[in-house]
């Protein structure tokens, strides 16, 4: 498994039972995992929100940001709603983890609601 995997699985057992979220980044041609902040004011069980300095900081310090990463720590890998919202609104690859599996979902943009626009 990828380093960021281990990363961000890491993370979600730390975070467990809120949602951990993370941002994966490329600095020198490493794909890497950045923990980060959630700081959603309620429901940190359920939703996230990856603190906006810390996301401007990796913004400056890698090359490029190509993916969010969060875990579901019901161990539930389906992507909600709002995450599809989020996905779509933010434009890029949305990752899901749980504490307790190996198993990563993706999700990309605009793929899955694009029949409503
Ligand atoms: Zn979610």
Do not use: R
Request: proline share 5%; glycine share 2%.
């Amino acid at each position: 498994m990828e380093q960021w995997k281990k990363d961000a699985i890491a993370h979600a057992k730390e975070c467990k039972p809120e949602e951990s979220c993370g941002i994966l980044a490329i600095k020198n041609n490493q794909t890497i995992y950045y923990k980060c902040k959630n700081v959603a004011d309620e429901l940190k069980t359920e939703s996230f929100i990856i603190e906006p300095i810390q996301y401007a900081d990796i913004e400056d310090e890698t090359d490029e940001i190509v993916g969010i990463v969060h875990s579901h720590p019901q161990n539930i890998l389906v992507f909600s709603d709002a995450d599809i919202y989020s996905c779509n609104s933010i434009d890029l690859p949305f990752y899901l983890v749980s504490p307790d599996s190996d198993k990563i979902e993706t999700l990309l943009p605009n793929k899955i609601d694009a029949k409503k626009n």
